[in-house]
C-alpha cells in the first residue's frame, strides 16, 4: 500500500548540485524514518542519509557537510539536496521508509541515477 516514487536525478558536472525527491503515498505510522540509499555499480548499497519523524538526521560521513536531507510538513515528501557533487556520488539512489516498529521492513522506491562526470 505504500508507494515512494523518486525523481530528480540525471548528469551533473563536478562541483555541480542536485536535489532529489521522493513523494509518498498510502498511509505510514506517525513513529518512522525515511531516508536515502545508493548503490554505484558493483558495489554495496549505502545509506547516504535519514531522517526521523522529528526530524533527527543522519548522514554518511561521505555525505556530510555536502548533503542535506529533508521533509516536507506534511511529511509527504523527503528531499536530498546534494552540492559539491564528486564522481564517486555516481550511483543509484533509492528512498525508503521504515516504520517505527522493532524489525520493521523497508519500503522502497524504484531509484534515480545520479551521474556526475565532466
Known amino acids: 500500500q505504500v508507494q515512494l516514487v523518486e525523481s530528480g536525478g540525471g548528469l551533473v558536472q563536478p562541483g555541480g548540485s542536485l536535489r532529489l525527491s521522493c513523494v509518498r503515498s498510502g498511509n505510514i505510522p506517525r513513529l518512522n524514518v525515511m531516508g536515502w540509499y545508493r548503490q554505484a555499480p558493483g558495489k554495496e548499497r549505502e545509506l547516504v542519509a535519514s531522517?526521523?519523524?522529528?526530524?533527527?538526521?543522519n548522514y554518511a560521513d561521505s555525505a556530510k557537510g555536502r548533503f542535506t536531507i529533508s521533509r516536507d510538513n506534511a511529511e509527504t515528501t523527503v528531499y536530498l539536496q546534494m552540492n559539491s557533487l564528486k564522481p564517486e556520488d555516481t550511483a543509484v539512489y533509492y528512498c525508503?521508509?521504515?516504520?517505527?516498529?522493532?524489525?520493521?521492513?523497508?519500503?522502497w522506491g524504484q531509484g534515480t541515477q545520479v551521474t556526475v562526470s565532466s
Open positions: 531522517i526521523t519523524s522529528g526530524g533527527s538526521t
Open positions: 525508503y521508509v521504515q516504520f517505527g516498529y522493532h524489525n520493521s521492513k523497508l519500503y
